[in-house]
């Protein structure tokens, strides 16, 4: 999570990133277990490529029918 911090964040004493960037640090974060499970050939077999789909598919959308 800290890679995922704005240098701009960091110069004003921020250690996390904006709230309004939750979405897509959840994501670079379930990226980032996926890839790390995969280099230690643990759970299911995934190519590098598929990741993004992978998450991406996973997330919840807030989106509710009216």
């Given at each position: 999570?800290?890679?995922?911090?704005?240098?701009?964040?960091?110069?004003?004493?921020?250690?996390?990133?904006?709230?309004?960037?939750?979405?897509?640090?959840?994501?670079?974060?379930?990226?980032?277990?996926?890839?790390?499970?995969?280099?230690?050939?643990?759970?299911?077999?995934?190519?590098?490529?598929?990741?993004?789909?992978?998450?991406?598919?996973?997330?919840?959308?807030?989106?509710y029918a009216s």
């Open positions: 999570m800290a890679s995922m911090v704005p240098q701009r964040r960091l110069e004003v004493g921020a250690i996390y990133p904006d709230q309004s960037e939750l979405r897509a640090v959840a994501a670079g974060t379930a990226k980032a277990v996926i890839r790390d499970v995969h280099g230690q050939t643990l759970g299911v077999e995934f190519s590098d490529n598929s990741i993004e789909t992978l998450v991406s598919g996973a997330m919840w959308h807030p989106d």
